[in-house]
């Protein structure tokens, strides 16, 4: 891998919306093609290659690198250059248990501090993440379900804790999108999340624990399983 050049699929010409910049088009198109398979795990991205092909200046396209980079979806690996992240199954079993136990214990804290607002916010987040499943947009789907997990622990007024659940999300960003490609699993994850507003409402601390234990580990299962697809071993 990285021996060649890789391909960056043109469906369009980059689109400069007023709001946007060049930086933000060349990281959105990089991030679906990696997210989407289409940019392998293990390979090598370089930046001059990157720049000719999507005809731009190498300023943005170092700059989208960076970008992805911070989210986790390549590494800056010596002597070989930025590589699209690449996990062994036992690295995302470990990253799916660290997950657990710190949203498990975070939620728990948001019982105690959640307010009626941030608990009318979430359940918004959820009824909009249904809405665009409703109308097959998975974009949108990502957008909102990424509000959920991005706002759902704010309350816990824990600034380093949800830095740590916010690290060990970012490694696993990779499938997010292609499992929502997944009617069945969506809407599954819609459902717990559903839930886990529903019990943490109620105050019932062991049961959004589990419900909260029950998500990520179905959550899981689902990602194996397309990290074996991709590889190849079913």
Known sequence: KGDGVVA??????LDIAPSSTL?????????????DGDIPSGER?????????????RMPVREALRMLESEG??????????????????????YYTIREALEVCAIKIVIDKISK??????????RKAEEAHTAGDIEMVCRWTAKFNERIYDSCEMPRLKEQIKTTQKYLRTFRFTSFKEASRTEQALKEHAEIIRLVEKKDYEGAA?????????????????WKQRKGRI
């Open 8 to 13: 960056i699929k043109l469906d369009a010409e």
């Open 23 to 35: 930086r933000a088009e060349v990281a959105n198109l990089l991030r679906k093609q990696i997210l």
């Open 45 to 57: 991205l370089i930046e001059t290659e990157i720049a000719d092909q999507l005809g731009v200046s």
């Open 73 to 94: 979806l390549i590494n800056q690996i010596p002597r070989k250059g930025l590589i699209v992240a690449e996990y062994t199954e036992n690295d995302i079993r470990e």
């Open 117 to 126: 607002e941030e608990l009318e916010e979430l359940k918004m987040y959820c």
């Open 210 to 226: 589990h419900a909260t234990s029950v998500h990520l580990r179905d959550a899981m299962r689902a990602y194996l399983k397309l």
